[in-house]
């Protein structure tokens, strides 16, 4: 089950990917890491798909990653008389608390934390922005607008408020209940999503308490000010390019994506690029060709991991779209303009040893660097660094393990924890041939922290031979 590319597919189950026979040929398609959407379906229905990913991991011997993703606070209008309105431009339009049915003149807006943002001037999306009103006055409970953009507007509509931070939490209500579920169910990640500040993932860090890695999603401009921050306290980041879009200028979005890939790197978190990869087959065999360079973009920037969502969750073809993604990444990872270009090593002992052991690789032409680690930090350090061999990540401790399926480079594997340091070379030498990493002949690299089963520590390379 070796993966013929760095660069992992996180994919999303639904309707259309729910038997085990779809998941199965989902993941032997190419799909690495798969994603449960509490936006939508049953506790029972991800319950189902866990279980049958469980018994896929354990068929195949192949550690298999599971995120869980929050829906977080969801912004909506309420609804008309007649289920839609027909607006001009120009006309006025108001917005208020009342749950009266509305009509062409106003409607509801069940959100009075939104009346406390707003201001005169302030400017309001409805629909993914195909609705834009402009505040003219406003007070606790109401919003006095004009039509700026439209032409019609339904029933509960998503709303989105560009450049204004909104005294809301990240987790609902909802989102705690699913947290629990999803942890207890036995998660690897957790997405949380609406991120604005630091101090919501830390909220969030509280609550899980170790038992799953964070996967902050950037989806709010707001979120952008505090970037380092927040790449900082998250485990990984998820660019979140649907919201986004929405609240900011479409042509500023790809520098955003390239800032936020950056962060990343820097910081040695995984980060995934998402939505709309391959949008057009949800009903589509094929993709359009700009949406095949979106994919090779976001490979040869030097994301970890790329996702799709409605493609796989109820497109008509699931299984060709993890098939086309996995050809993209795959092709441009064999381009001899792509290039890993390595993160710049910071000034610790675990980053002078990953940068070491991608240098020694090239050196004596090694076939993969085999990273111990019980907690993954040695692995996400080599991954940090971009080697132009394989990684092969083994870990004792199997959250470890799946955990780090979405990391760059990684071939995670689940062993038995080392005896001692002979013990964990020869395993190392094993495992390598084992796993179709290297013949006998070849040279390996090994990074380790000794003592071992000390989190964090990346102290030890090794150079072996394999018999």
Same mark, same amino acid.
């Given at each position: 089950?070796?993966?013929?590319?760095?660069?992992?597919?996180v994919?999303?189950?639904g309707?259309?990917t729910?038997?085990?026979?779809?998941?199965s040929e989902?993941?032997?398609?190419?799909?690495?890491v798969?994603?449960?959407?509490?936006?939508?379906?049953s506790?029972?229905?991800?319950?189902?798909?866990y279980?049958?990913?469980r018994?896929?991991?354990h068929?195949?011997?192949?550690?298999?990653?599971?995120?869980?993703?929050?829906?977080?606070?969801?912004?909506?209008?309420?609804q008309?008389?007649?289920?839609?309105?027909?607006l001009?431009?120009g006309q006025?339009?108001?917005?208020?608390?009342d749950?009266?049915p509305g009509?062409?003149?106003r409607?509801?807006?069940?959100?009075? %934390?939104?009346?406390?943002a707003?201001?005169?001037?302030?400017?309001?999306?409805?629909?993914?922005?195909?609705v834009?009103l402009d505040?003219?006055?406003?007070?606790?409970?109401?919003?006095e607008?004009?039509?700026?953009?439209?032409?019609?507007?339904?029933?509960?509509?998503?709303?989105?408020?560009?450049g204004?931070?909104?005294?809301?939490?990240?987790l609902?209500?909802k989102?705690?209940?699913?947290?629990?579920?999803?942890?207890?169910l036995?998660?690897d990640?957790?997405?949380?999503?609406f991120v604005?500040?630091?101090a919501?993932?830390i909220?969030?860090?509280?609550?899980?308490?170790?038992?799953?890695a964070?996967?902050?999603?950037?989806?709010?401009?707001?979120?952008?000010?505090?970037?380092?921050?927040?790449?900082?306290?998250?485990?990984g980041?998820?660019?979140?390019?649907?919201?986004?879009?929405?609240?900011?200028?479409?042509? %500023?979005?790809?520098?955003l994506?390239k800032?936020i890939?950056?962060?990343c790197r820097?910081?040695?978190?995984?980060?995934?690029?998402?939505?709309?990869?391959?949008?057009?087959?949800?009903e589509?065999?094929t993709?359009?060709?700009?949406e095949a360079?979106?994919?090779?973009?976001?490979v040869?920037?030097g994301?970890d991991a790329l996702?799709?969502?409605?493609?796989?969750?109820?497109?008509?073809?699931?299984i060709?779209t993890?098939?086309m993604?996995?050809?993209?990444?795959?092709t441009?990872?064999?381009?001899?303009?792509?290039?890993?270009l390595?993160?710049?090593?910071?000034?610790?002992s675990a980053?002078?040893?990953?940068?070491?052991?991608?240098?020694?690789?090239?050196?004596?032409?090694?076939?993969?660097?085999?990273a111990?680690?019980?907690?993954?930090?040695?692995?996400l350090?080599?991954?940090?660094?971009?080697?132009?061999?394989?990684?092969?990540?083994?870990?004792p401790?199997?959250?470890?393990?799946?955990?780090?399926?979405?990391?760059?480079?990684?071939?995670?594997?689940?062993?038995?924890d080392?005896?001692?340091?002979?013990?964990?070379?020869?395993?190392?030498?094993?495992?390598?041939?084992?796993?179709?990493?290297?013949?006998?002949?070849?040279?390996?690299?090994?990074?380790?922290?000794v003592?071992?089963?000390?989190?964090?520590?990346?102290?030890?390379?090794?150079?072996?031979?394999?018999?």
């Open positions: 089950m070796r993966r013929d590319r760095q660069a992992k597919i994919t999303t189950l309707p259309a729910t038997s085990p026979d779809a998941i989902l993941f032997h398609a190419g799909a690495d798969f994603r449960l959407n509490m936006g939508h379906g506790h029972d229905d991800h319950r189902k798909r279980d049958v990913l018994a896929l991991e068929k195949t011997g192949r550690p298999i990653g599971i995120l869980v993703d929050l829906q977080g606070p969801k912004l909506r209008i309420g008309f008389a007649e289920d839609s309105v027909a001009e431009r006025h339009f108001r917005l208020d608390l749950e009266t009509d062409a003149t409607v509801g807006m069940p959100h009075p %934390e939104i009346f406390a707003i201001e005169a001037g302030s400017r309001i999306l409805l629909d993914d922005g195909r834009v505040v003219l006055r406003c007070g606790e409970d109401f919003a607008t004009t039509i700026h953009a439209g032409d019609r507007l339904s029933n509960n509509k998503g709303l989105n408020l560009p204004l931070q909104l005294p809301i939490a990240a609902t209500e989102d705690r209940t699913d947290l629990e579920f999803g942890l207890d036995g998660a990640w957790i997405a949380l999503s604005q500040r630091p919501d993932i909220e969030a860090r509280a609550l899980i308490q170790g038992r799953a964070i996967m902050a999603k950037l989806e709010k401009p707001s979120a952008i000010g505090s970037l380092d921050e927040i790449v900082e306290l998250a485990d980041i998820m660019v979140a390019r649907g919201d986004l879009g929405v609240e900011m200028k479409p042509e %500023e979005v790809p520098g994506q800032r890939i950056r962060a820097r910081a040695g978190k995984p980060v995934i690029v998402a939505t709309q990869m391959l949008e057009s087959m949800i589509s065999p993709p359009t060709r700009a360079s979106d994919v090779a973009t976001a040869y920037d994301a996702m799709l969502s409605g493609e796989t969750a109820v497109g008509d073809y699931p060709e993890v098939a993604m996995d050809r993209i990444m795959t441009v990872e064999q381009d001899p303009l792509y290039d890993t390595a993160t710049a090593p910071e000034a610790t980053d002078a040893i990953s940068a070491a052991a991608r240098q020694v690789s090239q050196t004596v032409d090694a076939s993969a660097i085999v111990y680690s019980v907690s993954g930090a040695t692995t350090r080599a991954s940090r660094v971009r080697p132009d061999v394989p990684i092969l990540g083994l870990t401790k199997i959250q470890s393990a799946r955990r780090l399926v979405l990391a760059w480079g990684v071939h995670s594997v689940h062993t038995q080392a005896k001692d340091f002979g013990d964990m070379v020869h395993r190392a030498c094993t495992l390598a041939r084992e796993e179709n990493f290297a013949e006998s002949g070849d040279r390996i690299i090994i990074t380790a922290g003592p071992f089963g000390t989190p964090g520590v990346t102290n030890t390379l090794r150079i072996a031979w394999i018999d």
